[in-house]
């Protein structure tokens, strides 16, 4: 059974920095693009981060390049998400994506910057 575990949520200030982690099972981690995804309130989810299985790819939405940090550790089986100088505008959900052929989804975990 594939599972996606996020954690690092939580509620921040403005200018703060959360490290959001999502442990994977189930998957041969270290072959699957990991990236990160969020949703606000009313929105669509949109991309934020992603990463090659390798490392060498990083891609990042512009609304977060220079802020955030995508990078994973492959014997931990876990992808992470640094973020910082966090803004209201990040205040959403966070999910964890894994893709190959099929594709994954964690539960997600909610992000909250306060003014």
């Known amino acids: 059974q594939v599972q996606l575990v996020e954690s690092g949520g939580g509620l921040v200030q403005t200018g703060g920095s959360l490290r959001l982690s999502c442990a994977a099972s189930g998957i041969s981690f270290s072959r699957y693009v990991m990236s990160w995804y969020r949703q606000a309130p009313g929105k669509e989810r949109e991309p934020v981060a992603s990463?090659?299985?390798?490392?060498?790819?990083?891609n990042y939405a512009d609304s977060v390049k220079g802020r955030f940090t995508i990078s994973r550790d492959n014997a931990k089986n876990t992808v992470y998400l640094q973020m910082n100088n966090l803004s209201p505008e990040d205040t959403a959900v966070y999910f964890c994506?894994?893709?190959?052929?099929?594709?994954?989804w964690g539960q997600g975990t909610q992000v909250t910057v306060s003014s």
């Open positions: 994506n894994a893709r190959l052929i099929s594709e994954y």
């Open positions: 990463m090659s299985s390798t490392g060498r790819n990083l």
